[in-house]
């Protein structure tokens, strides 16, 4: 019997980025309907995208050069060296390095001893990769830079929408859990994000969920250790920040009626199940390229001109997300409403309503 091609992603960014790269994934296997594919992603990562079936296998792995927290330079170069190691033990046919962010992925995937390297040549580090891929323009969207890549590799076109899967036991958890609480309407709020520069602030939050929680509870979700997030504890708010799994988190979304957040996770898993967002989004990025892919999400955006700063803790004053609860909780009852038509809504300092 002839050998299956063997081939390893790299791809272990955190939940946001995995969300987004899920179209590259199921395009990679609708394409390679009978290799091995192996996915070496995060621990999150590996989480939110469980269910879809485009890996044959994936391992775990935390990448250091990628925290968040600036880690210390031989922490990072490890990290890289040991993924490299486990790469090469298995003597893949093809490895592809994901991300064009960073110049360690490139040196990783240069330094495989795959037949068949794909990946970024960033700062010179991809010098032995042999399909080096077009550095992807800024303007566009994540999933479009990664579905770019994707034809680069199969020469084919395929559908740049995110997608996720629930399971049946998260979804008779959060059943469950809803049914308790006699909660048959909700939103979710993800209030808190991976760094500080992209957080609109827990007493807004709080302050919003005053205003919207009339007729609707609201739900929080994230991580224990978010800092600050068992705060937020408005009126008709169910704080589950810690408590839920991230299939659970999931399903909590999917059947949400509208998510608000940061430019984070859950507005990501949000777009991927075709819930109503609205993203609160920081200076710190281009929404253009990280906003919440799709129609049913919406972005309130203020212009600064520091922005994008690519920052994890402002320098400045917060000015980017200096936005009034009053705008955020109109803007999110028109999209309630379906009455929103805009889905990037510009914020101006001396109007008073959505533009």
């Known amino acids: 019997m002839e050998n299956k091609i063997r081939i390893a992603v790299i791809k272990a960014d955190g ?35 469980d269910g879809l079936k485009c890996f044959d296998e994936v391992r775990v792995f935390d990448a250091q050069w990628l925290k968040y927290e600036p880690k210390p330079f031989y922490t990072r ?16 046919d093809m490895v592809i390095g994901m991300r064009w962010q960073d110049r360690l992925t490139s040196l ?15 700062g010179g ?16 969207h994540v999933t479009e ?16 929408k995110p997608v996720l899967k629930t399971d049946d036991k998260a979804e008779e958890n959060i059943g469950a ?42 739900i ?26 991230i299939q659970e988190i999931k399903a909590l979304i999917k059947h949400a009626q509208l998510v608000i957040g940061n430019d984070s996770a859950g507005v990501h898993i949000a777009s991927a199940f075709g819930v109503k967002s609205l993203t609160l989004f920081s200076g710190s990025a281009r929404y253009q390229e990280w906003g919440a ?30 936005i009034p609860v009053d705008f955020v909780a109109y803007t999110a009852l028109q999209i309630m409403k379906g009455k929103q038509e805009q889905r990037l809504i510009k914020y101006k300092a001396k109007v008073q309503e959505p533009v």
């Open 177 to 218: 859990l809803l049914k308790k609480g006699n909660i048959s309407r909700y939103m979710v709020f993800h209030p808190v994000s991976g760094h500080t520069s992209k957080d609109w602030g827990i007493d807004k939050y709080n302050a919003l969920a005053e205003y919207l929680s009339r007729g609707i509870k609201i």
């Open 220 to 245: 929080v979700i994230g991580a224990k250790e978010d800092k600050g997030i068992n705060g937020l504890k408005a009126r008709h708010v169910v704080n589950l920040a810690g408590m839920l799994t």
């Open 125 to 140: 580090m991809g010098f032995s990769i042999n399909n080096v891929v077009q550095y992807p323009p800024m303007a566009i």
């Open 77 to 92: 170069w490890f990290s890289a060296l040991s993924l490299l190691m486990k790469l090469n033990r298995e003597k893949y």
């Open 145 to 160: 830079k990664n579905m770019l890549m994707l034809k680069a590799i199969t020469g084919e076109k395929y559908p740049a």
């Open 15 to 49: 939940i946001g980025d995995a969300v987004l790269a899920s179209p590259f994934f199921l395009g990679l296997r609708k394409h390679y309907k009978d290799a091995l594919i192996t996915a070496y992603l995060s621990p999150a990562g590996a989480r939110v995208l």
């Open 293 to 322: 892919y799709g129609d049913k999400s919406y972005i309130i955006d203020r212009h600064v001109r520091c922005s994008p700063c690519g920052l994890t803790k402002c320098n400045m004053k917060m000015e980017c997300l200096d």
């Open 108 to 122: 990783i995937t240069s330094l495989s001893n795959a037949k068949q390297r794909y990946g970024y040549d960033i």
